[in-house]
Antibody, heavy 124, light 112 residues
Framework: QVRLQESGPGLVKPSQTLSLTCIVS??????????WNWIRQSAGKGLEWIGR???????NYNPFLKSRVTISIDTSKNQFSLKLTSVTAADTAVYYC????????????????WGQGTLVTVSS | DIVLTQTPLSLSVTPGQPASISCKSS???????????LYWYLQKPGQPPQLLIY???YLFSGVPDRFSGSGSGTDFTLKISRVEAEDFGVYYC?????????FGQGTKVEIK
């Protein structure tokens, strides 16, 4: 059974960089059928998809964050990471990592499983 | 970006009674491959969202058949035939026909 667990600082100062890692256990990140995603949830904006990465290193980002976000993957450690630069209070949210599963008979992708989420607060 | 608008934003339901949630999309979610990429998730308190329905009407593994999804194009509905205690939480629709993937604002289903 695949499990995902987010790790990283719960408090980041404004203008600094938010860095989170998602550790994958019970399965490998090295699979072409999956994408590895970051999603965040804030009280003000609900659920927001941040971006995804494939084992190949190919990425897609949400344009509203694109200039500040980097997602990377480390297959040797079976984990992937999120970096968000120049954070402000608006980046305060619960950050989730999630596996994206490509439907075998369509182009559809669903998220399963998700990590439990980690609250990141941006404050001085 | 595709905007998904859910109604109602909150719903108070007596256990055993039915419930229905609407999700309207700002653009058609019908792909050129003939499939429609609309999903429903349920988030229980303190937990991440969990998939209920994929591609409008297909129940994810382990999801009870009291849940059903329907719709086409831009209008979609999630129905619960008889709400049970474990069904309370916040329901979200989501699209992945077009990047960036987007979610509805959520519908909170509470016990009456």
């Amino acid at each position: 059974q695949v499990r995902l667990q987010e790790s990283g600082p719960g408090l980041v100062k404004p203008s600094q960089t938010l860095s989170l890692t998602c550790i994958v256990s019970g399965g490998s990140v090295n699979s072409g059928r999956y994408s590895w995603n970051w999603i965040r949830q804030s009280a003000g904006k609900g659920l927001e998809w941040i971006g995804r990465i494939y084992t190949s290193g190919s990425t897609n980002y949400n344009p509203f964050l694109k200039s500040r976000v980097t997602i990377s993957i480390d297959t040797s450690k079976n984990q992937f990471s999120l970096k968000l630069t120049s954070v402000t209070a608006a980046d305060t949210a619960v950050y989730y990592c999630a596996r994206g599963i490509l439907n075998s008979w369509s182009s559809g992708v669903w998220f399963d499983p998700w990590g439990q989420g980690t609250l990141v607060t941006v404050s001085s | 970006d595709i905007v998904l608008t859910q109604t109602p934003l909150s719903l108070s339901v007596t256990p055993g009674q039915p419930a229905s949630i609407s999700c309207k999309s700002s653009q058609s979610l019908l792909h050129s491959d003939g499939k429609t990429y609309l999903y429903w998730y349920l988030q229980k308190p303190g937990q991440p969202p969990q998939l209920l329905i994929y591609e409008v009407s297909y129940l994810f593994s382990g999801v009870p058949d009291r849940f059903s999804g329907s719709g086409s194009g831009t209008d979609f509905t999630l129905k619960i035939s008889r709400v049970e205690a474990e069904d309370f939480g916040v329901y979200y629709c989501m699209q992945n026909i077009q990047l960036p993937w987007t979610f509805g604002q959520g519908t909170k289903v509470e016990i009456k």
